[in-house]
């Protein structure tokens, strides 16, 4: 208590003034966190019937993910500098001193691009909920909160604000699968909820006990990130936060959750979840076990790269299982988050740009697939593989999309999710800390995934838009000129990054470039400390 009452007052003392405004001179962090929320606080006094098909709270919706998407661009392309790995926009408000929790958001290239493709998907969500009528003021009010909470777990520079949006998104995510889910929708609702907030304990754990490890207790985390936190109580921490976020990610054997949300969730919450939730999980391992843990990150490195191919291939092999074509491309999900790991675990520049690339791709591909899923669905009422066929001659232009959504996320060339797997690959082959068998090992392991994936979505496809035609399903009308518009928005930009990588690493490069360089200055002094003597 005297440590943590001393640091307070010596840092209120030397920090104010604090301003909201950034040092752009205008918050826009702070309005990109804040507008969607006060939105939301507005959406019980718009006018119409909540049970009616009064398009008001979805149209409000829309505008105001619109201008927060428009808020997202202006400060990042006219106010932030991707050459510069340093955080910047830094905002910092005096919030709660008593307990010392400041309002303190920044980005930099590992928050930055995330913060874009969250405000992109979460729009895209609301626009692919174009039939919600049930409480559909509830409904987009929950979006809206989820907007702001995504953002400001991205943006959070204060561990105990972060923790407290983490907390935060979990509670829109829950009654969205709870309220419009499927008919197991209670049950993959309550697993989801016990599943991330247990783990959310070990953060919390685990991030306090960091605050408090130096002279004087701070939740500020650029200086969590420079206290020395080495040996055992480095590793607990790491370990702490690696099965906090694990879950999320989500890492095998804490997966289990995954399938059944995406299961029972509608296609647009499938979208929000596979888009933008799992990328917190990988967001948060870059933050804190890499940034802030970086000598357990050296130790613990094989042991992220053995986790990750256990994902890709586990998860490969999961989808075969699946008769349900969400659940399947729910798998696909957790073997794609593989790579992520895999790009983590290698410790050097390219591995860390692949898990980066990865994320990015991956939310776009993956909530093109449940959206293009979702859009079926509304056609035939069914997501079982075996109840369905011959859709292809029926739904040509549905086909078409959901053919291009599975060619990305299989990794052809051209695509995105090529790119960013072949720069994990090329990660791991050049980090020389590795043995060669160990590296060798990775890769063909690695490369049975890639192999797999194929198979198990093309013939998804076959199954479902080719074969013996279902009369039923003989006369259903294909996508519409809005469901067209959101499948070209998601799928465009994959097949832009595939083609020009360079428009999405050099958003993040700097910053992990010296992520990678922060590493490799403590294998240096790690490997000095191992010299004799004299």
């Known amino acids: 208590a005297d440590k943590f009452n001393h640091n307070l007052g010596s840092s209120m003392d030397a920090n104010l003034p604090l301003s909201a405004a950034s040092d752009s001179g205008f918050p826009w962090l702070s309005l990109i966190v804040l507008l969607p929320a006060a939105a939301a606080l507005l959406m019980p006094l718009l006018p119409g019937e909540d049970q009616n098909t009064s398009p008001i709270p979805r149209n409000f919706t829309i505008a105001v993910l619109l201008a927060d998407l428009g808020l997202m661009i202006a400060a990042f392309s006219r106010h932030y500098d991707p050459l510069d790995s340093q955080l910047q926009l830094v905002e910092r408000v005096n919030w709660v001193p008593a307990i010392g929790l400041e309002w303190s958001l920044g980005a930099d290239g590992l928050s930055a691009p995330l913060v874009v493709l969250s405000g992109l998907v979460t729009l895209l969500t609301v626009a692919a909920s174009w039939n919600i009528t049930h409480k559909s003021r509830l409904y987009f009010a929950l979006l809206l909160v989820q907007a702001s ?180 491309i729910a798998c696909s999900s957790v073997s794609h988050m593989g790579f992520v790991l895999v790009g983590i675990g290698a410790v050097d520049a390219l591995g860390l740009s692949g898990s980066m690339l990865q994320m990015i791709s991956h939310g776009l591909i993956a909530a093109a697939m449940f959206f293009v899923t979702g859009c079926f669905y509304e056609r035939t009422k069914t997501l079982s593989i075996p109840n369905m066929g ?137 490997a000095r400390a191992l010299l004799p003597t004299g």
Not at 395 to 409: N, Q, R, V
Not at 416 to 423: A, K, L, M, R, V
Not at 490 to 514: K, N
């Open 390 to 526: 011959g859709l292809a001659k029926a739904l040509p232009i549905t086909f078409a999309f959901f053919l291009a959504s599975s060619l990305a996320s299989l990794a052809l060339p051209g695509m995105s999710g090529f790119i960013s797997e072949i720069t994990v690959f090329l990660g791991i082959t050049s980090q020389e800390s590795f043995t060669t068998f160990f590296r060798v090992t990775t890769i063909v392991l690695a490369a049975i995934g890639l192999v797999l994936t194929p198979i198990y979505l093309l013939s998804m496809c076959r199954r479902v838009f080719f074969g013996p035609r279902i009369p039923a399903l003989a006369f259903v009308k294909d996508m519409r000129p809005r469901e067209v518009v959101i499948g070209l928005t998601l799928l465009v930009p994959t097949l832009v990054i595939g083609i020009w990588p360079r428009i999405a690493m050099d958003l993040y490069e700097a910053s992990t470039d010296a992520l990678a360089s922060d590493l490799a200055s403590h294998t240096v002094v790690a």
């Open 149 to 328: 909470a995504q953002a400001l777990v991205f943006l959070s520079q204060d561990f105990l604000l972060f923790f407290l949006a983490w907390e935060l998104e979990l509670v829109p995510v829950y009654l969205l699968i709870a309220i419009w889910g499927g008919q197991n929708r209670q049950y993959a609702a309550t697993k989801f909820i016990l599943y991330t907030a247990l783990a959310s304990l070990l953060i919390l754990i685990s991030g306090l006990a960091i605050a408090n490890s130096g002279d004087s207790f701070t939740l500020n985390m650029t200086e969590m990130a420079q206290r020395s936190s080495g040996g055992s109580f480095g590793l607990l921490c790491y370990l702490g936060f690696l099965v906090g976020f694990g879950v999320k990610l989500p890492i095998f054997p804490l997966h289990t959750w995954l399938p059944d949300a995406h299961g029972e969730a509608n296609a647009p919450v499938s979208m929000l979840l596979a888009g933008v939730l799992l990328k917190m999980g990988g967001y948060a391992l870059l933050r804190f076990n890499v940034q802030m843990l970086p000598e357990a990150h050296l130790v613990l490195a094989p042991a992220l790269i053995i986790l990750g191919i256990v994902n890709i291939v586990y998860g490969a092999l999961n989808a075969f299982a699946q008769d349900n074509v969400k659940r399947r």
